[in-house]
Structures are given as C-alpha cells and as structure tokens.
C-alpha cells in the first residue's frame, strides 16, 4: 500500500495530490524519515504528518487502499498526536479584532487607513 493513497484512504487529506504534495514537500515522516509517494505503509509503522505548526502522528493499525467512511478510519489507524502538539492547534493566533456596527456597510477610505495604521499594515 503507497503511503499517498493510505493517507487518502484514511482522510488525511481531501486529495491524492495533497499527499503525494505533502510527501514530496517532506511533511511525512515514517519511523524518522522522509518519504516519497511511493513508500510502502506496513502494519505498525508510526506515521508523522506535518499540516501548518502541527505535526500529527498515526500508527498503522492496517493497510487499506480504498477510501473510508469517517466512522470506519479508527478501524484502519490510531491517533497517536502528543498532547503538546494538539496544543498547537488551541492556541488563538494573535490577531487584532476591529468590531463595526452592523449595516454600516463597507469602511470608507478614511477608515481603511485608521484600520491600516492599527494593524500597522502599510508602516
């Protein structure tokens, strides 16, 4: 079984090419190393996938070519993410929250710039 069509197949990703992408980007690991698409998945192997700041972790419970139903994937492999890394994903980004009247339509030019210059945007 390819490691891309077993990430497919188990919904790691939306699309074969997302992960065949991933893998030749070096965003999968298996056991350590980086992977190419056509890496074979065996029962056992701990698969690492790195998506943004998060880096996921699956062992292969078994190897499945066709894609799953969400409720059949727990059969086919185990999260196995460290606590630290689900972490990541409560984090709220740092973000500035700029709140405006509802119906006052789109910011005038005017405002766009104050807008800019607290985001510091353009400066």
């Known amino acids: 079984m390819r490691i891309d069509k077993y990430l497919w197949a188990i919904r790691v990703f939306k699309t074969r090419a997302d992960a065949v992408d991933a893998c030749r980007g070096s965003r999968i690991k298996i056991d ?12 056992g192997d701990t698969i690492v996938v790195r998506k943004g700041a998060v880096c996921h972790e699956y062992l292969v419970l078994m190897p499945v070519d066709r894609r799953q139903p969400a409720k059949d994937v727990p059969l086919y492999v185990r999260d196995v993410t460290p606590a630290e890394e689900l972490k990541k994903l409560a ?8 709140y405006r009247k509802k119906g006052t339509g789109r910011p005038t030019k005017k405002e766009r710039r104050q807008l800019d210059e607290i985001m510091d945007i353009n400066g």
């Not at 350590?32 to 029962?43: A, C, D, M, N």
């Not at 984090?91 to 700029?98: D, F, G, K, R, S």
């Open 32 to 43: 350590g190393q980086s992977v190419k698409p056509s890496r074979e998945v065996r029962q």
């Open 91 to 98: 984090l709220p980004a740092e973000t500035v929250v700029i």
